[in-house]
C-alpha cells in the first residue's frame, strides 16, 4: 500500500476540485462586509471521548498541544456557520480525514508515527525531529480544513479539491512566516521521502488518484515557498532542489493561489484578517493581516 497520507478520503470526497484562479473583482468581495453567520466554532475533540487512557505519553501531549495552537489560530482566523471538529485519533491505520456526516478532521496517531519513522532518516536530534512531526501535522491538519471549508461553506471550485486542499495548507503556512515556511519545508520532505519510499517498493504510480502524486506535491510545496520569496528561497533553484522551468512561473502561481482562496474566504475572515498583501507591491516579502500560530 502507497502512503496516502492527507488522504481526502471521507466518504464524501470523490473528485474534487481546485479553486481557480480567474480573475474576480475583489474590491466588491472586500467592500460588502458582508461577514457571515459565525456561530460555528473549531473545537478540539478532547481524547477522552476516544477512552484513551487518561496517562497519554508525552508524544501525545505534543501532538495535542499542536492541535490546541491550530485550533486556536482558525477560531481567530476564520468564521464557521456551525461547528467544525478536530482530533488526533488511533485509527488503525496512517491517515488523515475529513467526515463530512458527523463534521471531523481526523488525523491518526499513526500516520504522526510513521512520519515520525521516516523523518528519522533526516536528523539525530529529538527536537528537531519533534519540530518535523509537527510541521507536517499542522500542514495535514490544514488540508483537511480546507475539506471542510469547501464543504461547509459550499465553496465553488473549478479543479481537483485535493489540490486546492495542499495549496490552502501551503498559503496557512507561509502567511506564518519563518515558522510556517520551515513547516511547508518540512512537509515537502514528507513527500520526497514518501515517493522515495514508494520508488523502492516499487509501487506502482497511481495516475487515476484524485491527489497529485508524492512527487509532484513535493514540487508543489516547494513552488509556492519560492514563488512566496523568490529572494529568501532562491537556493532551492540554485541547488536544482527546484528546476528552473517550474520555478520561473512560481511568483505568478503563488499570487493566482493566494488570490484564489482570498476571493472565496474574505466573506468568512474574521475582522482585520486578510489573505491579500497588506500593500500593493507584488514583488519581495509578503505581508499579511493573519494571526499567528503559536
Ligand atoms: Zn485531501
Known sequence: MAPDFFSGAGKHLALGQTISSRVVDISAVQGKQDRRETKGQFIVRSRQRFGRPALASQKVVVREQQLERVVLFLNKTVSLPQDLYL????????????????????????????????????????????????????????????????DILNLPATGREEDAADQFASLMLVAQKSDGEQMLLDTAKAWRLAARWSRLHREPIAYWDGHSTEGQRFYNCLCLLYGENPGKFGYLVRNRTLPLDRAIGCSEEFRKTRRSWAVLLTPYLKEGVSLLPTDTDNEGPISYSVPSLR
Open 87 to 150: 482530533a488526533l485519533e488511533d485509527c488503525g491505520e496512517d491517515d488523515a480525514f475529513y467526515d463530512k456526516e458527523t463534521r471531523e478532521v481526523n488525523v491518526c496517531h499513526e500516520l504522526l508515527d510513521r512520519l515520525q519513522r521516516q523523518f528519522a532518516q533526516e536528523t539525530k536530534s529529538p527536537a528537531r525531529l519533534r519540530k518535523m512531526v509537527l510541521g507536517t501535522m499542522t500542514a495535514i491538519l490544514f488540508h483537511e480544513v480546507a475539506h471542510a471549508l469547501i
